[in-house]
Nanobody
Framework: AQLVESGGGLVQPGGSLRLSCAVS????????MGWFRRAPGREREFVAG????????YYADSVQGRFTISRDNAKSMVYLKLNSLQPEDSAVYYC?????????????????WGQGTQVIVSS
Protein backbone atom coordinates (compact mmCIF):
# COMPACT_ATOMS: atom_id res chain seq x y z
CA ALA A 1 0.00 0.00 0.00
CA GLN A 2 1.10 3.54 -0.71
CA LEU A 3 -0.25 6.88 0.42
CA VAL A 4 1.20 9.98 -1.19
CA GLU A 5 0.34 13.45 0.03
CA SER A 6 0.60 16.63 -1.99
CA GLY A 7 -0.60 20.21 -1.93
CA GLY A 8 1.41 21.63 0.93
CA GLY A 9 3.30 24.88 0.71
CA LEU A 10 3.75 28.37 2.05
CA VAL A 11 0.61 30.41 2.63
CA GLN A 12 -0.17 33.68 4.38
CA PRO A 13 -2.32 33.79 7.52
CA GLY A 14 -5.97 33.67 6.56
CA GLY A 15 -5.19 31.79 3.37
CA SER A 16 -6.28 28.38 2.15
CA LEU A 17 -4.79 25.18 0.83
CA ARG A 18 -6.11 21.86 -0.34
CA LEU A 19 -4.11 18.78 0.53
CA SER A 20 -4.52 15.62 -1.48
CA CYS A 21 -3.70 12.01 -0.65
CA ALA A 22 -3.40 9.50 -3.47
CA VAL A 23 -3.96 5.95 -2.29
CA SER A 24 -2.77 2.84 -4.09
CA UNK A 25 -2.64 -0.81 -3.19
CA UNK A 26 -5.74 -0.61 -1.00
CA UNK A 27 -9.44 -1.06 -1.64
CA UNK A 28 -10.55 2.37 -0.53
CA UNK A 29 -14.06 1.31 0.42
CA UNK A 30 -12.61 -0.86 3.19
CA UNK A 31 -10.65 1.90 4.88
CA UNK A 32 -11.46 4.84 7.05
CA MET A 33 -9.09 7.68 6.38
CA GLY A 34 -7.51 10.32 8.51
CA TRP A 35 -5.23 13.33 8.49
CA PHE A 36 -2.74 13.99 11.25
CA ARG A 37 -0.12 16.67 11.66
CA ARG A 38 3.14 17.19 13.46
CA ALA A 39 4.43 20.63 14.27
CA PRO A 40 8.08 21.22 15.23
CA GLY A 41 8.69 20.18 18.81
CA ARG A 42 5.25 18.67 19.20
CA GLU A 43 3.70 15.24 19.05
CA ARG A 44 1.79 14.10 15.99
CA GLU A 45 -1.88 14.95 16.48
CA PHE A 46 -5.21 14.09 14.95
CA VAL A 47 -6.67 16.64 12.55
CA ALA A 48 -9.60 15.01 10.75
CA GLY A 49 -11.07 11.61 9.95
CA UNK A 50 -13.70 10.26 7.61
CA UNK A 51 -15.65 7.02 7.50
CA UNK A 52 -15.75 4.52 4.66
CA UNK A 53 -18.49 6.19 2.62
CA UNK A 54 -17.57 9.75 3.43
CA UNK A 55 -20.87 10.34 5.18
CA UNK A 56 -19.34 11.01 8.58
CA UNK A 57 -16.39 13.26 9.33
CA TYR A 58 -14.60 14.02 12.57
CA TYR A 59 -12.39 16.95 13.48
CA ALA A 60 -10.05 18.14 16.15
CA ASP A 61 -11.49 21.06 18.09
CA SER A 62 -8.68 23.28 16.86
CA VAL A 63 -9.69 22.90 13.19
CA GLN A 64 -13.46 22.42 13.47
CA GLY A 65 -15.19 24.84 11.13
CA ARG A 66 -11.99 25.69 9.24
CA PHE A 67 -10.88 22.37 7.74
CA THR A 68 -12.92 19.93 5.67
CA ILE A 69 -12.05 16.32 4.94
CA SER A 70 -13.50 14.51 1.94
CA ARG A 71 -12.87 11.41 -0.13
CA ASP A 72 -13.42 10.09 -3.62
CA ASN A 73 -13.29 6.30 -3.47
CA ALA A 74 -13.58 5.96 -7.23
CA LYS A 75 -10.41 8.00 -7.65
CA SER A 76 -8.70 6.57 -4.55
CA MET A 77 -8.20 10.08 -3.21
CA VAL A 78 -8.63 11.80 0.11
CA TYR A 79 -8.61 15.55 0.53
CA LEU A 80 -8.22 18.06 3.30
CA LYS A 81 -9.31 21.63 2.62
CA LEU A 82 -7.65 24.08 4.97
CA ASN A 83 -9.25 27.49 5.35
CA SER A 84 -8.49 30.48 7.57
CA LEU A 85 -5.00 29.17 8.16
CA GLN A 86 -3.04 30.45 11.12
CA PRO A 87 0.65 30.17 11.98
CA GLU A 88 -0.17 27.48 14.55
CA ASP A 89 -1.43 25.29 11.70
CA SER A 90 2.12 25.04 10.36
CA ALA A 91 3.12 21.39 10.42
CA VAL A 92 3.80 18.34 8.34
CA TYR A 93 0.45 16.83 7.43
CA TYR A 94 0.11 13.08 7.11
CA CYS A 95 -2.55 10.98 5.46
CA UNK A 96 -3.40 7.64 7.08
CA UNK A 97 -5.63 4.64 6.48
CA UNK A 98 -7.23 2.18 8.87
CA UNK A 99 -8.99 -1.08 8.14
CA UNK A 100 -10.07 -1.55 11.72
CA UNK A 101 -12.76 -0.18 13.98
CA UNK A 102 -10.55 1.59 16.47
CA UNK A 103 -10.93 5.13 17.67
CA UNK A 104 -10.48 7.25 14.58
CA UNK A 105 -8.76 10.06 16.48
CA UNK A 106 -5.98 7.76 17.65
CA UNK A 107 -2.78 7.25 15.70
CA UNK A 108 -2.66 3.68 16.98
CA UNK A 109 -5.77 2.83 14.98
CA UNK A 110 -4.11 3.45 11.62
CA UNK A 111 -2.30 0.80 9.59
CA UNK A 112 -0.82 2.84 6.75
CA TRP A 113 0.81 6.25 6.58
CA GLY A 114 2.08 8.61 3.97
CA GLN A 115 5.35 10.51 4.11
CA GLY A 116 3.71 13.85 4.73
CA THR A 117 3.44 17.25 3.09
CA GLN A 118 4.58 20.43 4.77
CA VAL A 119 2.35 23.40 5.39
CA ILE A 120 3.90 26.69 6.46
CA VAL A 121 1.66 29.57 7.42
CA SER A 122 3.62 32.79 7.58
CA SER A 123 3.50 36.36 6.43
Amino acid sequence: AQLVESGGGLVQPGGSLRLSCAVSGLTMDNYRMGWFRRAPGREREFVAGINWSGRFAYYADSVQGRFTISRDNAKSMVYLKLNSLQPEDSAVYYCAATSGFGYIKSMASFNYWGQGTQVIVSS
